[in-house]
């Protein structure tokens, strides 16, 4: 079955880096589009960043010139580089994948960024 796990989260200062990693399986991820969400506390899941099979991204305006995202297609995994990190990135981050009939969820990873 799919199975997307993000890794990577945790507490970081406002203006440093993290990396964010999903690891996949289940589907054929080289052929996949792969995309990172976020959720705020109290506000609706927002698209952050996307990579197609043929790895050309694109991104929010809100993160744009400040995360990158990248696929390794050996190992099934898709990143997110985030950098120069602020406090209103704090959200839970979430891997999707779109398939043929429908996207999948992986369970999220938590960014807090102090100020």
């Known amino acids: 079955q799919v199975q997307l796990v993000e890794s990577g989260g945790g507490l970081v200062q406002a203006g440093g880096s993290l990396r964010l990693s999903c690891a996949a399986s289940?589907?054929?991820?080289?052929?996949?589009?792969m995309n990172w969400y976020r959720q705020a506390p109290g506000k609706q899941r927002e698209f952050v960043a996307r990579?197609?099979?043929?790895?050309?991204?694109n991104y929010a305006d809100s993160v744009k010139g400040r995360f990158t995202i990248s696929r390794d297609n050996a190992k099934n995994t898709v990143y997110l580089q985030m950098n120069s990190l602020k406090p209103e990135d704090t959200a839970v981050y979430y891997c999707?994948?779109?398939?043929?009939?429908?996207?999948?969820w992986g369970k999220g990873t938590l960014v807090t960024v102090s100020s």
């Open positions: 289940g589907f054929t991820f080289s052929s996949s589009y």
């Open positions: 999707n994948a779109e398939l043929l009939l429908r996207d999948y």
């Open positions: 990579i197609t099979s043929g790895s050309n991204p």
